[in-house]
């Protein structure tokens, strides 16, 4: 997969992935994590699958579509539990 559609999976992987968790976070944030999700995804499914998301996959597989999305959420969730709700005083 070249570079344009891996940018289209990350940001709808990362919209989906802010509904989905409900996250009250700037869109620009959003897509950002979400492209860093989707490099997640891709990593952890060539890593411990053997699955190539930049050639065997592309915008027409489920498991691209699956990986970009787990790797939005975890990103995601992980910006939530480093930068979590802080009360003000």
């Known amino acids: 997969m070249s ?6 999976v990350g940001i709808v992987a990362a919209i989906v992935a802010k509904l989905i ?6 869109w620009f944030l ?6 860093l999700g989707a490099a997640l995804g891709a990593w ?6 053997g699955y190539d998301v930049f050639g065997d996959g592309g ?7 699956v990986f970009a999305l787990g790797g939005a959420i975890v990103v995601l969730l992980i910006q939530g539990l480093i930068f979590g709700r802080r009360k003000t005083s």
């Not at 570079?3 to 289209?8: D, E, G, S, T």
């Not at 959003?30 to 492209?35: A, E, K, M, S």
């Not at 952890?44 to 699958?49: K, Y």
């Open 21 to 26: 968790l409900r996250r009250k976070v700037g």
């Open 59 to 65: 915008l027409t597989s489920p498991l691209t579509w």
């Open 44 to 49: 952890v499914a060539s890593a411990v699958l």
């Open 3 to 8: 570079f344009f559609p891996f940018l289209l």
């Open 30 to 35: 959003t897509i950002v994590l979400g492209l």
